[in-house]
């Protein structure tokens, strides 16, 4: 079974940066997709971005496009987050799914980000 586990979230100033990361296991991911998912407060959950795993593709949404960057490093992926805003405050999921599958299928617990500004 998918094992997501997410650290790195914490309490930032507005204009810092965290880094995220989520140790995935218990299967070979070479045909799937990885992605980060935030929830705020009183707010539906939303996309961020996401990665193949294999390689060759990357989507950001629109709100965190050039300030966040997801990567992938053996079996850690990351989301770096750059130029932080308060708008950013959530607690953030990642998760995965199997190249074909139209909704991702496996999240992690989540890690809080709060950014005051």
């Known amino acids: 079974q998918v094992q997501l586990v997410e650290s790195g979230g914490g309490l930032v100033q507005a204009g810092g940066s965290l880094r995220l990361s989520c140790a995935a296991s218990?299967?070979?991911?070479?045909?799937?997709?990885m992605g980060w998912f935030r929830q705020a407060p009183g707010k539906e959950r939303e996309f961020v971005a996401a990665?193949?795993?294999?390689?060759?593709f990357t989507n950001y949404a629109d709100s965190v496009k050039g300030r966040f960057t997801i990567s992938r490093d053996n079996a850690m992926v990351y989301l770096q987050m750059n130029s932080l805003k308060p708008e950013d405050t959530a607690v953030y999921y990642c998760?995965?799914?199997?190249?074909?599958?139209?909704?991702?299928?496996?999240w992690g617990q989540g890690t809080q980000v709060t950014v005051s500004s």
């Open positions: 990665l193949r795993w294999s390689g060759g």
């Open positions: 998760a995965a799914k199997r190249i074909g599958v139209s909704e991702y299928d496996n």
């Open positions: 218990g299967r070979t991911f070479s045909r799937y997709f």
